[in-house]
């Protein structure tokens, strides 16, 4: 197989694999070489294999979370120079040289060679939670003297060295590349059998592409049909090699045809292969120039990231200043998004997006460096500074209508002239000169400074046309089915988590209770709705800086976690406010933080493992009942948390939210003032809390008290615009201490159960956040939509335009529901399956219920419908069921039909119906 010069001979990890899906044969089998594509991307594959020294450890439990199974290429015929491990070898295992890949070739033979093999390459991987290996260059031995005199006993060594691999990890998957001359009593103890130009090929002598003759079709059909005899449960693997991406799906359809799984790549392979069911493009490369680690503060972040979320892509964000990708794009990418706020590295960006520019649609938004290699970019034959006055002449609907109505009068820097594009703005200046800062064209858009936001004060934007609509124009339109995080069972979500602060403040109130003390008695037991509740260690702990109250407040802190309305969760052990600096443990301390870093704990510097899986034992060990363990982390201070920080939350087994600033308000930026939901930070992920807390809306304890009130209006402006966010209530303990800020409290929860709603647990919240970001969007030949990633949809959104779920060819698909301009779709089950249609379902279906739907059947029986169905909540439950006027339940005791009537109005006492079966006309 191809090899890159540099890296390969590489060794990989396997991740580890859930039995169930490694029993079954795989559909889709990649070899990936590279290490830029976005993890989302190769989750469309059931074996994936890679580089061991391109993908960390984060990328590798990401993608075994997801079910797919990574496998390490092992080359056992050959070693790299390059290879760190090169030095190591045994003085007497050099064989012999390949000078096309600057590597050794291996003396297989030797007992030694193979104990390196074992010891230093493969077993190392296993230890590193890898589940198999790809083995390659297995005939290298051939291009030596001493193999062509006695392969023999190079075949032989290849045996032994297989069956030890085999003896030491019995459940490994193992994968050979050709070996057609190993005996069957090898091919017994592998997996599959990949091997490679079985129609198109490559000649790497030559660098060129070639096609694969019949002779040589011939001979290799003549090889594998012994394979397929004596093998036919295990999967032939053909790798065939393209120039042209374009090729690639007809030929992995031709060799799928054949009989093989199919990999159609470039011989470096690092274009990712078609998949059946082909994998949807959803992500977005999003180009930011923001200052080293302040991609979180960058416009094309706080404010591209949400709209592209909206439009049911994922944003992969990279740093101008940083090197740009060398890999394919257009295998992964569904588009490019560049937004400058600076100018950096102008000429080098523009040039490297003039090469991708008409594979993909691409984006310019922001200021437009002053460079010709932009200026070409954007279809633009001047670029220039217009001269004032200037009229404007809006060409779009949404111009100067949406949020800003207040064109600048005097733009301050140059603008584009381009021709032959649909103008959303047009200027003209004194000179009569028009120009275009705001139009789309074929693959194009392009949205500049200083037309994007009409200013406020305090750094207030009001977008000054509609951006959703720009960029889908821009892009292609919206991409359905969307998975969604804000809407359950046709329902918006509510969740409320509570941080730790002021836990042990005691409260304005007859007897100076605690404020934790007041948030359970007055609002936890009240309002039946589940609650994250989060303590700081340091705060509770006796060891911590309040021992006096310690006794008190861990007793509270055990009565609130004992609550069937509560879960789980930590915030920290000493609350540091800057998350960076704990990361890499050397930056100095910011000057505008003189108070510190943390809670002053005396003698203590905070450091990750204390912070986060410390105090997430000390929770587990003292507070939490052994039954319900800590479930989430919630971040502290500024909650930027870095990679490190991450990958200890996601390996302490438990989930991470906070942070972002979502609150738009009537008199603040409104969309503009919407965050997304995630953060990804290398192959991490950060969930963003969907709604800011009380901090903001009290000017951080400042006063007014009762200021969180005005989350109401944040709630309201997030549904105008089409749901942006689900209802979330989320404070401090502190809210428990002043009189005002409880009423304000209990006025949120009053107002958000006064709707619609679905309660979930924010854990609940986050899993269906991250699957947005983690997980492939499939689509078979029959036009069927289905998922892999971790966890499973539990909503979709659909276009609202002409788009209804076919629940009669789909599977764990419920029914739908209209709200908020959006189509909603219920889905259940670990692998739904969605299919569409122009017209509306026949029969009953699911509308709304306020509680999580676990799973659902439909079919006919005679002239009636039969349902099974099962719902968990909080409380007790409400469901819809509409195109059926009448129903009766047949199973399931605590279930009732109330009422008569279409819709069908479903309850029942309990918080969960387990199972019930219903009888509908």
Known sequence: MPKNPVVLPAVLVLALFSQVVLAQAPRNVGFYYGHEAPVSALMAYDWLVLQRDRNSTSRLDTLNDAGVAPIAYVSVGEMARSHKQFAQLPATARLGRNTGWDSAILDIRQPAVRAFLLDRLIDPAFRAGYHGVFLDTLDSYRLTQAGQDDPAAFVQALATLIGRIRERHPDARIIINRGFELPESVHAQVDALAFESYRRGYDAGRKRYRPVSDADRQWLRGQLDHWRDRHPDKPLIAIDYVRDASDAPALARQLRQDGFVPYVTDPDLQRLGPTEPQRIKREVLVLHDAPDGLM??????????????????????????????????????????????????????????????????????????????????IRSDTVTLPALPVTTTPRQASVGRFEGTHLPAMPDSALPRAEGVSSWLEITDAQDTTFTPVYTAEHLGVALEPYLFEPGPEDERYWL????????????????????????????????????????????????????????????????????????????????????????????????????????????????????????????????????????VPGYKPVLQREIPGSIDYINRRLAPADKPTNLF?????????ERALKAVRSAGVLNVNGGDTHPLPYASQLAGVWPMARPVGDELQIYAPVMNENVYTNLWHGPYYGFRDVIDT??????????????????????????????????????????????????????????????????????????????????????????????????????????????????????????????????YLQQANAVLTHWSRRRVDDRWRIELGFSGIGPLSATLAGTGHCRVIRGASLSVKGTGRPVQLGAPGKNVNSATLECR
């Open 715 to 844: 709630f309201r402006i997030l549904e105008n615009y089409q749901r942006l966010k689900p209802l979330s209530i989320y404070y401090h303990f502190y809210s428990g201490t002043k009189p005002a800020a409880l009423n304000a409290l209990k006025a949120v929860y009053d107002d958000a159960l006064s709707r619609p709603v679905t309660p979930l647990y924010l854990s609940q919240y986050a899993r269906r956040a991250r699957f947005n970001y983690r997980s492939a969007m499939l689509r078979d030949s029959h036009g069927r939509y289905t998922w892999r990633g971790i966890g499973a949809p539990h909503t979709v959104r659909i276009d609202p335009a002409g788009q209804y779920p076919d629940l009669a060819a789909s599977q764990g698909v419920a029914g739908f529901h209209d709200d908020a301009g959006n189509r909603y779709v219920h889905l259940t089950g670990s692998q739904p399956t969605l299919a569409l249609r122009d017209t509306p379902p026949e029969g009953p």
């Open 296 to 377: 979180a503060h960058s416009a094309a972040h706080r404010y591209g990231g949400v709209l592209l979320e909206r439009l049911g892509y994922i944003p992969v964000y990279r740093d101008m200043h940083a090197p740009l990708p060398s890999e394919p794009l257009d295998d992964r990418f569904a588009g490019i998004v560049a937004w400058w706020e600076g100018g950096a590295k102008s000429r080098r960006v523009c040039r490297w997006l003039s090469q991708h520019r008409g594979n993909l649609p691409l984006v310019v938004m922001g200021r437009l460096p002053p460079d010709r290699n932009c200026e070409a970019l």
């Open 465 to 600: 046309f509609d951006p959703l609509a720009f960029l889908a124009e821009a892009l292609g339109g919206p991409l359905y089915p969307t998975p969604d995080a804000t809407t359950e069972s046709g329902q918006r979500i509510l969740t409320a988590h509570i941080d730790g602060d002021g836990f042990v403040s005691r409260a304005e109130l007859e007897g100076s209770p605690l404020g934790a003390t007041v948030i359970m008695d007055q609002i936890i037991k009240r309002y039946r709705v589940p609650h994250t509740v989060s303590v700081i260690e340091a705060e509770t702990s006796p060891d911590g800086i309040y021992p006096a109250t310690s006794a008190e407040a861990e007793r509270i802190a055990r009565q609130l976690f004992r609550l069937d309305n509560v879960e789980v969760a930590s915030h920290s052990y000493s609350h540091p406010f800057f998350w960076q600096i704990i990361e890499d443990g050397s930056r100095p301390l910011p000057v505008f933080a003189d108070y510190g870093y943390a809670l002053g």
């Open 634 to 642: 919630l971040w502290t201070g500024d909650a930027l948390p870095g």
